[in-house]
């Protein structure tokens, strides 16, 4: 079962129409939360005047910060620094508003739409003060004395504050050294990244109840990082985490935003417990896209010394980020992440990189699928093919001089990456180039290309490679049990945010047991039904929740073989397993594992020799994060009369360790790619000056559709098996969306003939209009 | 915490108003059902017509016979003998009703009142048959040929049987030669009890829905038994155990009848899975009295043969048991426990029993607090007071010379109790009784009595002494698990029918932590939280889940202790517990319990040397009940006018081995006091002659109110305690049920100055006004 394109036993499920998303919780007697938010990007609130929404019939409670007051700001699930601390979001805006949509005061009603309607009749006064919205201006003070002073007479205690939150270098080598060597030559490169995000086709939405009963406090709908969540909305209601059950629903995408811990989630438990009235919450889309976690925003400034051969001797950069108006859970993971990944495929002897997290007016920004990788991957692939240009050698060539050698591995750079040590644990990065120009036909699409060229169209080809990084321990969990009738039950600390962790694992439970994978039941993200979970992110379940589950089904196995032996008086030598069935070999007795599990079923055995019920428990403990690495490539094509990009072809090749179901990793890398092109070519957050969202509805946020995204082609190679872990597995989660931006900019450049004349994405109709009538001369100028 | 009179964890809710009943769980898009029933108590089906009732709107289904055909008949959870299956009950009558209440049909609509509705309008044909009603006649044919022709015209293939599903005897020794001996004297008794049950406070219901996103089948409101109903529903719907999920909600009260698996609950749960929509059914007083099992309803014949120092050489027994119209899930237990614990505290040289299990077109009858030793033991006192008035000894000297010695114990008794090897564990039944008397002063009793009988007034002592059986095993289990800030969780496999399971499990774990035991949370009746659990019956949980939750905290200190002892660099004989905080003796350093799970946080900690997490499991396995044992004792007046009775004092003298809590024992008392008192002197369920019920609401069927009941003395003793367990405790959750009717029955003799002129309960104020005018001569030659 391990390796087969196996059907996702989710689907089932899914394609009846009978998942359960957040909205599909319902409670008898609900009230539903509409959230009053800031039409203000930057104000000091004068007044909130609920009288009004209170007067309507069903309307049950109007909170202001005044309310909430006891309630901490958010912390930090990743990457806590301590200078971020002062900038963590407040679950309700006390005395000022700092990005339009920042909550501001909540509604509680019996139906939504009442809800909706009172939410308007609450009556703000705020003050606006000027947006700051530049990261890239120098940092202005982000609470002034006058700030500060209106702050203190609303009770609130406002230390000054800088605009840049968090300053940050890391790096190993000389880097002053090198550069100031004399030898080699210097290229520059500076690389944006538009601000965009992960957009799920689900909103937000979360339904809490205080089961009185029980003593706990019930929480639907919050994917991605339930135990986390947990212990998190325990600690807001000064509850014991094993008080607080979180449950997560169906989801309809997370890629990052969604199932982390914002504002609204907060608001609903805390009005569970205090109203003691079941509280659902569900966003709507213009809602999401002012208040979700917003990601990307990066500009970066790259400077190489670079030998006569090509080789990158020194990189130095820095980057600016556009965090927004508060730091949220991810703290400073996305900065460190782009830090860290900076360098993906090549040697590079001295580095460092200077971070800027940056405050301004606008949504709060988090990780968004491979963070800080994209942004970092784009920059640096602008980069080398900067210096391909400049030294007249192919893109090509200068990537396979500066990769680190198959030899080399396990590589060690000595830097740190979401606080474990950076060894880069397996990988032949040449032999990936190898195959996927063979796969792809890299040198017969150069023919096409040049062909058409000649012909007159504008179409080009490029390339883009990357690392990625996947099983972030440091620990996950699963159990197997089997009942009295052999069913067969995963039960784990897994999250699913939509990826099909649950056919993954129970593939690897089916390969131990050879049983259909098909007839297991996998639970999880029920923090009542498993003690401890990381969830799902960093592109770490099939690595971690994969090896627990592997260790849980061979104990579980043994368990079951042991007890076949002392019953049917064999060695366990003797036994195998086929079907569900122990069985002796060469013989025709044996016991399936549902006979079995009776024979350890304590109310029917009273002389057990093992403990009760066949079930194990099994755990993979990492200290090291895997790599795995890919190429991406892009064919595109520009009409010349109305700079129309149309991506012709896109080729993914991606080596992954293992793929535990080969079609889940390429519905991964397709997904990943429909992303990746959103970022490069349609989606931008854009305001205006004053701070107001300019992209609050999908016909101004622009998502690739169908029509927009080609079928994406596929090459999963499994020439590196990670040695970390017992299945050899990497991760696919990310790498889809990974190189995207940096192989579409380098075709596009291609199909201008206007090397590094791409440097900020997303690459609008309006920009390729512009570069295709100017003189291509003129650019280069200003570029080197 | 052991011993101490804690308050019940339980209450905080329940006092509130907080509790969760079946009624109270409510599901979005619920359907309720309604079930018709037979107005007849045997007869033939011609139609049943649901036309009307579906025309109703909101109707959703109605089902007959025809709908649920694949459903099996309900099966055995206990005493499972062959000869009763064929009268197992069907989930609907098919072709022959055989009492009144008997479902017949469903019917699914959106609101209770529609369904009710409905439900009169279903058409029912039914065509009637006389109606046998007296177990103490001579069998009859239950299916004869007439009724099987029928049947088989209705497709349904009925064997001829006998009014008598079951006859069996039991005993030891060799009564006929000691009969035949010719030395002692020949005493008999003819003994009745009335038929009648549990009513608990709430009827029975259940809420079902089968969640398609989880691919379970979740039941609300069973307690009792959740896990072997769980396997049963699973069964019945053609699921594996795993795929259904049994919660017990509050109940207001178990008794025995409460909480088995009956028709209604096979039909909502089936319901749940083909109609996909929660199912909830809500029985009514009315259909309660009907529906749910009753019991009691047994008539015994004793001889035994008694040497001139009235000791019992021989005791020859049979009983006939009222089962009603079909045997349900208790299979064979009333008869079999009757059987088996008759000989109560006595020595009883040989002893021989035979069992009359007999079928009457009544509602079917199951277990009811202290099944069998309430009948046995009344039946058995009553005979001892006999012997004492015959003899010219004390009723109390008989019983001293005859009970088991302290000095013989343990004691074994040749037969077997509830498919256990019956051996009395531990006691002292003479000890007890110089307790009672001491503690309730029964020669002060004594003298007042006679100073008012010399008064005129017809008052009376008696008492009867009974031995209880309790911790049933052959298993029960509990994890305790440690949050990281510090919560305990007790999940564990026990059932909670009221009794305060919760805080006793509570305090045992506090008591080895030593934290408070109003902290813990005690999770219980969750299939989806621990895997086995056998239930909350026969007096067993305190035993068997009390010793394993004593187990698994035992375990989980030690865990505790080695990772502190690791932490700190101390010997782990250095460390001990104070306040959930593990110390080093005689230092300042110290671990809380919530430090240490922090340091088994496998999301936390790296180089775990334990198991992560701190928990432990632990289980207590046996294959012996242990034998509790008490004294009834009761002073009562007769009014001559009218013949009614007043209880003044009732007094309890119990030995538990060890009381974990003395305050819900003293409550088990003078609960099952008060149910005694029911059977004793007020509950009977009558029948016409046409089989039509007398008895269908409490208008009719009489249950003592707080009016009725006196303030019920007690004292519990631990002379006795268990060496079968680690606690050294017996049960409490009967014992104030047993010997009501022998104790009230020998204190109207007393009071009536007749000597063994009760031999039937309920004793109402009718026979008691005949018995106060006719002569007691005349009444005492018809009894020897």
Redesign the interface.
Request: no cysteine; proline share 7%.
């Given at each position: 079962m391990i390796g087969a394109r196996a059907l996702r036993i989710e689907d089932r499920?899914l394609l009846?129409g009978?998942?359960?998303f957040a909205a599909?919780t319902?409670?008898?007697?609900e009230l539903h939360m509409r959230v009053v938010r800031s039409p203000i990007a930057h104000g000091r609130i004068v007044s909130i005047d609920g009288t009004e929404a209170l007067r309507l019939d069903g309307v049950t409670a109007v909170w202001t910060y005044a309310d909430i007051a006891d309630l901490p700001a958010i912390g930090f699930r990743l990457t806590p620094r301590e200078e971020l601390l002062p900038y963590r979001q407040p679950v309700l805006a006390r005395s000022i508003v700092r990005y339009v949509g920042e909550p501001v005061a909540v509604v509680f009603a019996e139906s939504s739409y009442l809800a909706e309607d009172a939410a308007e009749l609450v009556d703000l006064e705020i003050e606006p003060l000027p947006a700051h919205l530049d990261p890239d201006a120098e940092p202005v003070d982000w609470v002034d004395a006058e700030q500060a002073s209106w702050a203190a007479g609303h009770g609130e205690n406002l230390p000054a504050q800088d605009s840049e939150a968090s300053v940050f270098t890391i790096g190993y080598g000389d880097v002053d050294a090198a550069f100031s060597s004399g030898e080699g030559r210097v290229f520059t490169m500076d690389a944006r990244i538009g601000r965009h995000t992960g957009v799920p086709m689900e909103c937000r939405g979360l339904v809490a109840v205080y089961?009185?009963?029980?003593?706990q406090l019930i929480v639907d709908g919050a994917a991605k990082v339930p135990?986390w969540n947990r212990?998190a909305i325990?600690?807001m209601n000064g509850l014991?985490?094993?008080?607080v059950v979180v449950r997560e629903?169906?989801v309809g995408g997370g890629f990052g935003p969604r199932g982390e811990l914002y504002p609204e989630d907060v608001l609903v438990t805390v009005a569970a417990m205090r109203l003691r009235a079941p509280i659902k919450w569900i966003e709507d889309r213009q809602e999401h896209l002012m208040a979700t976690n917003h990601s990307r925003g990066q500009h970066h400034r790259l400077r190489a010394l670079v030998d006569d051969d090509g080789y990158i001797r020194a990189l130095d950069a820095s980057f600016t980020l556009d965090q927004g108006a508060y730091v949220r859970t991810h703290g400073a993971t996305v900065a460190s992440l782009t830090a860290s990944m900076l360098p993906g495929p090549y040697v590079i002897d001295n580095f460092r990189v200077t971070a800027h997290v940056r405050l301004t007016h606008k949504t709060p920004a988090g990780t968004y699928r491979s963070p800080g990788r994209y942004e970092g991957t784009f920059a640096r692939e602008r980069l080398i093919d900067t210096i391909a240009h400049g030294l007249g050698l192919s893109r090509e060539e200068v990537r396979r001089r500066n990769f680190i050698g198959r030899e080399q591995m396990p590589y060690e750079r000595p830097i740190e990456a979401m606080g474990t040590h950076m060894v880069h644990d397996s990988g032949d990065y040449a032999l990936l180039f190898d195959k996927a120009a063979e796969r792809f036909g890299f040198s017969t699409i150069r023919e096409i290309v040049s062909r058409r060229r000649a012909a007159g169209e504008r179409v080009g080809f490029g390339f883009g490679y990357f690392v990625e990084k996947s099983g972030i321990?440091?620990?996950e969990?699963a159990r197997v049990?089997i009942?009295?009738?052999?069913?067969v039950?995963v039960i784990c600390g897994a999250s699913s945010v939509g990826q099909g962790v649950d056919t993954v694992l129970a593939q690897v439970v089916a390969e131990v047991l050879d049983v259909p994978h098909d007839t297991i039941?996998v639970v999880r993200g029920r923090t009542?039904?498993f003690?401890?979970g990381?969830g799902a992110f960093a592109t770490r379940l099939a690595v971690m929740a994969g090896s627990a589950a592997l260790n849980a089904a061979t104990a579980l196995r043994d368990k079951a073989f042991r007890v076949a032996a002392a019953e049917l008086a064999v060695s366990v030598e003797q036994l195998r397993i086929r079907g569900g069935v122990v069985e002796v070999e060469g013989s025709e007795q044996g016991l399936s594992l549902g006979q079995i599990a009776g024979l350890l079923?304590?109310?029917?055995?009273?002389d057990?020799k093992e403990?009760?019920?066949l079930?194990a428990?099994g755990?993979f403990?990492t200290?090291h994060m895997t790599y795995p690495y890919g190429l991406h490539a892009a064919l595109v094509r520009i009409d010349e009369a109305t700079g129309r990009l149309e991506v012709e072809r896109f080729m993914v090749a991606y080596d992954v360790g293992r793929a535990l179901n080969p079609t889940l990793v390429e519905g991964q890398i397709a997904g990943g790619v429909a992303q990746g092109l959103g970022g490069a070519l349609y989606e931008e957050f854009l305001y205006a000056p004053d701070g107001t969202p300019l992209c609050t509805t999908f016909m101004d946020y622009l998502i690739p559709t169908s029509a927009e995204v080609p079928d994406v082609e596929t090459l999963v190679t499994e020439d590196a098996p990670s040695p970390l872990n017992p299945l050899g597995v990497k991760g696919a989660g990310e790498g889809g969306t990974t190189a995207v931006a940096a192989a579409i900019a380098s075709a596009v450049d291609d199909a201008l003939q206007q090397p590094g004349a791409i440097d900020a994405v997303p690459i609008t109709p309006g920009t390729l209009h512009r570069l295709l009538h100017q003189t291509t001369t003129q650019h280069l100028t200003t570029k080197e």
């Open positions: 499920v009846r009978a998942g359960r599909d319902q409670r008898a007697g089961d009185e009963a029980e003593g135990f212990e325990a600690a014991t985490p094993s008080r629903t169906h321990g440091p620990s969990g049990v009942d009295d009738a052999g069913g039950t039941r009542d039904q003690q401890y990381r079923d304590p109310l029917r055995a009273n057990l403990e009760p019920g079930s428990d755990w403990h200290d």
